[in-house]
Protein backbone atom coordinates (compact mmCIF):
# COMPACT_ATOMS: atom_id res chain seq x y z
CA UNK A 1 0.00 0.00 0.00
CA UNK A 2 1.07 3.21 -0.74
CA UNK A 3 -0.19 6.44 1.33
CA UNK A 4 -0.85 9.43 -1.45
CA UNK A 5 -0.06 13.44 -1.18
CA UNK A 6 -2.73 14.57 -3.49
CA UNK A 7 -3.83 17.91 -5.67
CA UNK A 8 -6.51 20.82 -3.85
CA UNK A 9 -7.33 22.91 -7.14
CA UNK A 10 -8.43 26.53 -6.69
CA UNK A 11 -11.29 27.94 -8.37
CA UNK A 12 -13.50 31.16 -7.31
CA UNK A 13 -16.28 28.58 -6.63
CA UNK A 14 -14.67 26.94 -4.25
CA UNK A 15 -14.84 26.87 -0.48
CA UNK A 16 -12.78 28.49 2.24
CA UNK A 17 -13.50 26.26 4.89
CA UNK A 18 -14.52 22.64 4.14
CA UNK A 19 -11.27 21.33 2.39
CA UNK A 20 -9.11 23.31 4.81
CA UNK A 21 -11.42 21.94 7.94
CA UNK A 22 -10.86 18.22 6.48
CA UNK A 23 -7.51 18.41 6.17
CA UNK A 24 -6.84 20.56 9.16
CA UNK A 25 -5.44 23.41 8.22
CA UNK A 26 -5.85 26.73 9.15
CA UNK A 27 -9.24 28.06 8.34
CA UNK A 28 -10.70 29.84 6.35
CA UNK A 29 -7.66 29.23 3.63
CA UNK A 30 -6.20 32.27 1.41
CA UNK A 31 -8.23 31.26 -1.33
CA UNK A 32 -11.48 29.49 -2.42
CA UNK A 33 -10.37 25.57 -2.49
CA UNK A 34 -12.49 23.85 -4.84
CA UNK A 35 -11.26 19.80 -5.81
CA UNK A 36 -8.84 17.74 -3.70
CA UNK A 37 -8.10 15.04 -6.63
CA UNK A 38 -6.51 11.41 -5.12
CA UNK A 39 -5.69 9.51 -8.21
CA UNK A 40 -3.31 9.22 -11.47
CA UNK A 41 -4.83 11.78 -13.95
CA UNK A 42 -2.02 12.91 -15.97
CA UNK A 43 -3.33 16.25 -15.38
CA UNK A 44 -2.85 16.66 -11.13
CA UNK A 45 -1.99 12.62 -10.38
CA UNK A 46 -1.10 11.71 -6.76
CA UNK A 47 2.24 11.44 -5.57
CA UNK A 48 3.55 8.71 -3.45
CA UNK A 49 4.66 10.06 0.08
CA UNK A 50 8.04 9.89 0.70
CA UNK A 51 9.16 9.51 -2.67
CA UNK A 52 7.29 11.79 -4.75
CA UNK A 53 6.79 9.33 -7.15
CA UNK A 54 3.96 10.62 -9.72
CA UNK A 55 1.25 7.65 -9.07
CA UNK A 56 0.42 7.28 -13.22
CA UNK A 57 4.43 6.65 -13.76
CA UNK A 58 4.33 4.10 -10.65
CA UNK A 59 1.38 2.04 -12.05
CA UNK A 60 3.25 2.41 -16.06
CA UNK A 61 6.20 0.54 -14.14
CA UNK A 62 4.13 -3.03 -13.44
CA UNK A 63 0.45 -2.35 -14.79
CA UNK A 64 -0.02 -6.01 -14.55
CA UNK A 65 1.13 -6.37 -10.88
CA UNK A 66 -0.17 -2.88 -9.47
CA UNK A 67 -3.77 -3.07 -11.98
CA UNK A 68 -4.60 -6.64 -11.71
CA UNK A 69 -5.34 -8.77 -15.25
CA UNK A 70 -8.92 -7.86 -15.00
CA UNK A 71 -8.65 -4.30 -14.70
CA UNK A 72 -5.80 -4.60 -17.23
CA UNK A 73 -7.89 -6.20 -19.97
CA UNK A 74 -11.03 -4.11 -19.48
CA UNK A 75 -9.32 -0.16 -19.10
CA UNK A 76 -5.88 -0.93 -20.58
CA UNK A 77 -2.52 -0.14 -18.25
CA UNK A 78 -4.17 3.18 -16.09
CA UNK A 79 -5.95 3.70 -13.46
CA UNK A 80 -9.69 3.65 -14.52
CA UNK A 81 -10.74 5.82 -12.25
CA UNK A 82 -10.74 9.40 -10.53
CA UNK A 83 -11.93 10.09 -6.56
CA UNK A 84 -12.46 13.76 -5.63
CA UNK A 85 -14.09 15.95 -2.84
CA UNK A 86 -16.04 18.53 -4.10
CA UNK A 87 -16.62 22.13 -1.93
CA UNK A 88 -19.03 23.97 -3.75
CA UNK A 89 -19.57 27.16 -2.12
CA UNK A 90 -20.69 29.28 -5.39
CA UNK A 91 -22.54 27.49 -8.98
CA UNK A 92 -20.30 25.62 -11.17
CA UNK A 93 -20.82 25.46 -14.80
CA UNK A 94 -23.95 24.28 -16.50
CA UNK A 95 -22.17 20.42 -18.25
CA UNK A 96 -22.43 18.05 -19.66
CA UNK A 97 -19.78 14.67 -20.56
CA UNK A 98 -19.18 12.53 -23.36
CA UNK A 99 -19.92 9.31 -23.68
CA UNK A 100 -17.34 6.68 -24.81
CA UNK A 101 -17.70 6.93 -29.01
CA UNK A 102 -17.97 10.53 -28.32
CA UNK A 103 -15.06 10.82 -26.73
CA UNK A 104 -13.14 9.08 -28.48
CA UNK A 105 -13.53 11.24 -31.85
CA UNK A 106 -13.91 14.28 -29.71
CA UNK A 107 -10.48 13.76 -28.59
CA UNK A 108 -9.34 12.93 -32.24
CA UNK A 109 -11.06 15.66 -33.62
CA UNK A 110 -12.03 18.38 -31.48
CA UNK A 111 -9.59 19.23 -28.74
CA UNK A 112 -11.22 17.09 -25.78
CA UNK A 113 -9.00 16.53 -23.22
CA UNK A 114 -8.91 12.80 -22.87
CA UNK A 115 -10.14 9.94 -24.94
CA UNK A 116 -12.41 8.62 -22.66
CA UNK A 117 -16.22 9.25 -20.71
CA UNK A 118 -16.41 11.20 -17.51
CA UNK A 119 -19.78 9.38 -16.14
CA UNK A 120 -19.60 10.18 -12.24
CA UNK A 121 -21.01 9.70 -8.56
CA UNK A 122 -21.72 12.17 -6.09
CA UNK A 123 -21.85 11.32 -2.14
CA UNK A 124 -22.72 14.00 -0.57
CA UNK A 125 -20.69 15.10 3.10
CA UNK A 126 -23.26 17.81 4.08
CA UNK A 127 -26.43 19.09 2.51
CA UNK A 128 -25.70 19.01 -0.87
CA UNK A 129 -27.70 21.26 -3.81
CA UNK A 130 -27.35 20.06 -7.77
CA UNK A 131 -29.31 20.39 -11.07
CA UNK A 132 -29.57 17.59 -12.70
CA UNK A 133 -31.39 15.77 -15.82
CA UNK A 134 -34.46 17.37 -16.77
CA UNK A 135 -37.29 17.59 -15.19
CA UNK A 136 -41.23 16.41 -16.41
CA UNK A 137 -42.09 18.55 -19.53
CA UNK A 138 -45.19 18.39 -17.70
CA UNK A 139 -44.05 19.76 -14.32
CA UNK A 140 -41.76 22.33 -16.10
CA UNK A 141 -44.62 23.72 -17.54
CA UNK A 142 -46.91 23.86 -14.72
CA UNK A 143 -44.01 26.01 -13.17
CA UNK A 144 -43.71 28.47 -16.36
CA UNK A 145 -46.97 28.79 -16.10
CA UNK A 146 -46.53 29.61 -12.47
CA UNK A 147 -43.89 32.04 -13.71
CA UNK A 148 -45.72 33.66 -16.27
CA UNK A 149 -43.88 35.23 -18.17
CA UNK A 150 -44.33 35.87 -21.85
CA UNK A 151 -40.84 35.67 -23.27
CA UNK A 152 -41.04 32.24 -22.65
CA UNK A 153 -43.53 31.03 -25.06
CA UNK A 154 -41.59 29.23 -27.54
CA UNK A 155 -39.73 27.74 -24.67
CA UNK A 156 -43.06 26.82 -23.70
CA UNK A 157 -44.76 25.50 -26.07
CA UNK A 158 -41.88 23.13 -26.90
CA UNK A 159 -42.07 21.78 -23.44
CA UNK A 160 -46.16 20.80 -24.46
CA UNK A 161 -45.09 18.49 -27.12
CA UNK A 162 -42.73 16.94 -24.59
CA UNK A 163 -39.34 18.48 -26.55
CA UNK A 164 -37.08 19.26 -23.58
CA UNK A 165 -34.26 19.14 -25.91
CA UNK A 166 -36.15 22.13 -28.42
CA UNK A 167 -36.44 23.62 -25.56
CA UNK A 168 -32.91 24.21 -24.23
CA UNK A 169 -32.19 24.78 -28.03
CA UNK A 170 -34.08 27.71 -27.84
CA UNK A 171 -32.82 28.74 -24.59
CA UNK A 172 -29.36 29.11 -24.83
CA UNK A 173 -29.54 30.41 -28.56
CA UNK A 174 -31.84 33.01 -27.41
CA UNK A 175 -32.00 34.06 -23.56
CA UNK A 176 -30.30 37.60 -22.87
CA UNK A 177 -29.42 39.88 -19.81
CA UNK A 178 -33.00 41.29 -20.32
CA UNK A 179 -34.86 37.45 -20.42
CA UNK A 180 -32.37 36.92 -17.30
CA UNK A 181 -33.61 39.83 -15.56
CA UNK A 182 -37.30 39.36 -16.52
CA UNK A 183 -37.59 35.47 -15.13
CA UNK A 184 -35.35 36.27 -11.80
CA UNK A 185 -38.00 38.66 -10.75
CA UNK A 186 -40.50 36.38 -11.73
CA UNK A 187 -39.10 33.35 -10.05
CA UNK A 188 -39.10 35.65 -6.76
CA UNK A 189 -43.16 34.29 -6.31
CA UNK A 190 -41.88 30.94 -6.97
CA UNK A 191 -40.51 28.95 -4.32
CA UNK A 192 -39.57 26.03 -6.39
CA UNK A 193 -37.36 28.23 -8.24
CA UNK A 194 -35.37 29.97 -5.67
CA UNK A 195 -32.10 28.53 -7.18
CA UNK A 196 -32.63 30.65 -10.39
CA UNK A 197 -32.63 33.68 -8.80
CA UNK A 198 -29.49 32.96 -7.05
CA UNK A 199 -28.13 31.44 -10.36
CA UNK A 200 -29.12 35.21 -12.12
CA UNK A 201 -27.83 37.39 -9.38
CA UNK A 202 -24.04 35.03 -10.31
CA UNK A 203 -24.18 35.21 -13.95
CA UNK A 204 -27.54 38.32 -14.73
CA UNK A 205 -26.46 38.12 -18.59
CA UNK A 206 -25.91 34.15 -18.66
CA UNK A 207 -28.35 31.93 -21.30
CA UNK A 208 -27.90 29.40 -18.68
CA UNK A 209 -29.85 30.58 -16.09
CA UNK A 210 -32.72 30.55 -18.32
CA UNK A 211 -31.56 26.89 -19.85
CA UNK A 212 -32.01 26.46 -15.53
CA UNK A 213 -35.72 26.52 -15.38
CA UNK A 214 -35.48 22.91 -17.30
CA UNK A 215 -33.40 21.50 -15.21
CA UNK A 216 -34.57 19.03 -11.79
CA UNK A 217 -33.26 20.36 -8.40
CA UNK A 218 -31.78 17.98 -6.28
CA UNK A 219 -31.17 18.60 -2.55
CA UNK A 220 -28.98 15.17 -1.09
CA UNK A 221 -28.82 14.32 2.50
CA UNK A 222 -25.26 13.32 3.77
CA UNK A 223 -24.97 10.33 2.81
CA UNK A 224 -27.29 10.31 -0.27
CA UNK A 225 -25.69 10.40 -4.15
CA UNK A 226 -26.45 11.15 -7.14
CA UNK A 227 -25.55 9.87 -10.20
CA UNK A 228 -24.74 11.90 -13.38
CA UNK A 229 -24.19 9.77 -16.71
CA UNK A 230 -23.10 10.73 -19.96
CA UNK A 231 -25.21 13.06 -21.51
CA UNK A 232 -26.76 14.45 -18.38
CA UNK A 233 -27.01 18.18 -18.50
CA UNK A 234 -25.88 19.44 -14.89
CA UNK A 235 -24.75 22.00 -11.98
CA UNK A 236 -23.51 21.75 -9.38
CA UNK A 237 -24.86 24.55 -6.63
CA UNK A 238 -23.64 24.32 -2.85
CA UNK A 239 -22.28 21.56 -0.29
CA UNK A 240 -19.12 19.47 -0.23
CA UNK A 241 -19.46 15.80 -1.53
CA UNK A 242 -17.06 12.84 -2.61
CA UNK A 243 -17.17 12.35 -6.09
CA UNK A 244 -16.31 9.33 -8.27
CA UNK A 245 -15.77 8.83 -12.11
CA UNK A 246 -13.76 7.35 -14.95
CA UNK A 247 -10.54 9.16 -15.28
CA UNK A 248 -11.22 11.50 -17.61
CA UNK A 249 -11.87 15.61 -17.52
CA UNK A 250 -13.99 15.68 -20.03
CA UNK A 251 -16.12 18.91 -19.82
CA UNK A 252 -18.53 20.84 -22.20
CA UNK A 253 -19.57 23.80 -20.82
CA UNK A 254 -23.14 25.76 -21.93
CA UNK A 255 -23.45 28.41 -19.30
CA UNK A 256 -23.13 29.43 -15.51
CA UNK A 257 -19.35 29.69 -16.35
CA UNK A 258 -16.56 32.57 -17.17
CA UNK A 259 -14.67 29.66 -18.83
CA UNK A 260 -15.53 29.35 -22.59
CA UNK A 261 -18.58 27.75 -23.59
CA UNK A 262 -19.59 25.53 -26.69
CA UNK A 263 -23.76 25.27 -27.18
CA UNK A 264 -23.50 23.50 -29.70
CA UNK A 265 -21.23 20.99 -28.69
CA UNK A 266 -23.35 20.80 -25.56
CA UNK A 267 -26.45 20.14 -27.44
CA UNK A 268 -24.89 17.65 -29.65
CA UNK A 269 -23.81 15.70 -26.55
CA UNK A 270 -26.94 15.83 -24.50
CA UNK A 271 -29.26 13.15 -23.88
CA UNK A 272 -32.54 14.27 -24.72
CA UNK A 273 -34.55 11.33 -22.98
CA UNK A 274 -32.45 12.18 -18.93
CA UNK A 275 -34.97 12.13 -16.97
CA UNK A 276 -34.58 13.58 -13.20
CA UNK A 277 -31.67 12.12 -11.43
CA UNK A 278 -32.03 9.62 -9.47
CA UNK A 279 -31.51 9.28 -5.57
CA UNK A 280 -29.44 6.78 -4.39
CA UNK A 281 -29.26 5.78 -0.47
CA UNK A 282 -27.03 3.13 -0.76
CA UNK A 283 -26.33 -0.96 0.02
CA UNK A 284 -25.66 -2.07 2.82
CA UNK A 285 -26.51 -1.53 7.08
CA UNK A 286 -23.12 -2.37 8.37
CA UNK A 287 -19.80 -0.83 8.27
CA UNK A 288 -19.28 -0.68 4.50
CA UNK A 289 -22.20 0.70 1.87
CA UNK A 290 -22.27 0.89 -1.58
CA UNK A 291 -23.24 3.52 -4.22
CA UNK A 292 -24.08 1.09 -7.35
CA UNK A 293 -24.00 2.33 -10.36
CA UNK A 294 -24.21 1.02 -14.19
CA UNK A 295 -20.28 1.74 -14.93
CA UNK A 296 -17.80 -0.73 -15.26
CA UNK A 297 -14.95 1.81 -14.86
CA UNK A 298 -16.11 2.46 -10.91
CA UNK A 299 -17.87 1.96 -7.90
CA UNK A 300 -17.83 4.26 -4.35
CA UNK A 301 -18.38 2.79 -1.16
CA UNK A 302 -19.22 4.82 2.33
CA UNK A 303 -16.40 2.73 4.68
CA UNK A 304 -16.80 2.32 8.56
CA UNK A 305 -14.41 0.77 10.43
CA UNK A 306 -14.97 -2.77 10.79
CA UNK A 307 -15.03 -3.08 7.13
CA UNK A 308 -13.59 -5.49 5.72
CA UNK A 309 -12.50 -4.38 1.87
CA UNK A 310 -12.19 -7.82 -0.30
CA UNK A 311 -9.11 -8.08 -2.65
CA UNK A 312 -9.04 -7.84 -6.41
CA UNK A 313 -8.22 -4.86 -8.99
CA UNK A 314 -7.17 -1.03 -7.66
CA UNK A 315 -8.30 0.43 -5.03
CA UNK A 316 -8.39 4.17 -3.35
CA UNK A 317 -9.29 4.81 0.41
CA UNK A 318 -9.91 8.34 1.38
CA UNK A 319 -10.30 9.27 5.12
CA UNK A 320 -12.69 12.35 4.92
CA UNK A 321 -13.27 12.30 9.15
CA UNK A 322 -11.19 11.21 12.28
CA UNK A 323 -8.75 8.88 11.67
CA UNK A 324 -8.58 5.30 10.21
CA UNK A 325 -5.68 2.67 9.69
CA UNK A 326 -5.99 0.40 6.90
CA UNK A 327 -4.22 -2.68 7.05
CA UNK A 328 -3.27 -5.52 4.65
CA UNK A 329 -0.65 -8.28 3.67
CA UNK A 330 1.53 -7.34 7.18
CA UNK A 331 1.11 -3.14 6.13
CA UNK A 332 -0.48 -0.40 7.98
CA UNK A 333 -1.40 3.27 6.80
CA UNK A 334 -2.90 5.59 8.97
CA UNK A 335 -5.08 8.11 7.21
CA UNK A 336 -6.52 11.29 8.89
CA UNK A 337 -9.11 13.80 7.67
CA UNK A 338 -8.20 14.36 3.46
CA UNK A 339 -5.80 11.60 3.43
CA UNK A 340 -5.56 8.67 1.23
CA UNK A 341 -3.37 5.64 0.17
CA UNK A 342 -3.68 3.87 -2.75
CA UNK A 343 -4.32 -0.40 -2.69
CA UNK A 344 -2.95 -2.16 -5.48
CA UNK A 345 -4.07 -5.54 -6.99
CA UNK A 346 -3.92 -8.69 -4.21
CA UNK A 347 -5.62 -11.76 -3.72
CA UNK A 348 -5.93 -10.55 0.04
CA UNK A 349 -8.41 -8.47 2.11
CA UNK A 350 -7.70 -4.97 4.06
CA UNK A 351 -8.91 -4.05 7.69
CA UNK A 352 -10.04 -0.59 8.49
CA UNK A 353 -10.01 0.07 11.63
CA UNK A 354 -10.00 3.51 14.08
CA UNK A 355 -12.94 5.66 14.29
CA UNK A 356 -13.34 7.80 11.21
CA UNK A 357 -15.12 7.98 8.08
CA UNK A 358 -13.45 6.93 4.79
CA UNK A 359 -14.60 6.27 0.50
CA UNK A 360 -13.36 3.58 -0.73
CA UNK A 361 -12.77 2.95 -4.83
CA UNK A 362 -13.27 0.21 -6.64
CA UNK A 363 -13.94 -1.21 -9.94
CA UNK A 364 -17.33 -2.47 -10.94
CA UNK A 365 -15.87 -5.40 -12.85
CA UNK A 366 -18.10 -9.05 -12.53
Not at 23 to 42: F, T
Not at 71 to 89: I, M, Q, T
Not at 183 to 200: F, G, I, S, T, W
Request: proline share 7%; glycine share 10%; with cysteine.
Amino acid sequence: MHKLDTIVREYHWGSRTALARMRGEPSPSAVPQAELWVGAHPDDPSRLAGCDVPLDAHLAADPAGLLGPDSLAAFGPRLPFLLKVLAVDAPLSLQVHPNREQAVVGFAEHGYRDDRPKPEVLVALTAFETLSGFRRPADTVALLDELDVPSLGEMRAALSVGDTWSALRWALHNADGALVAEVADAAVRVPALAHVVELAKAYPADAGVVAALLLNAVRLRPGQAVYVGAGVLHAHLRGTGVELMANSDNVLRAGLTTKPVDVDAVLSLVERDSGPAAVLDGDGDGPLRTYRTPESEFRLHAVRPGAVLPGGGPQLLLCTSGSVVVSRDGDEVVLRGGESVFLPHSANAADVTGAGEAFWATTNLA
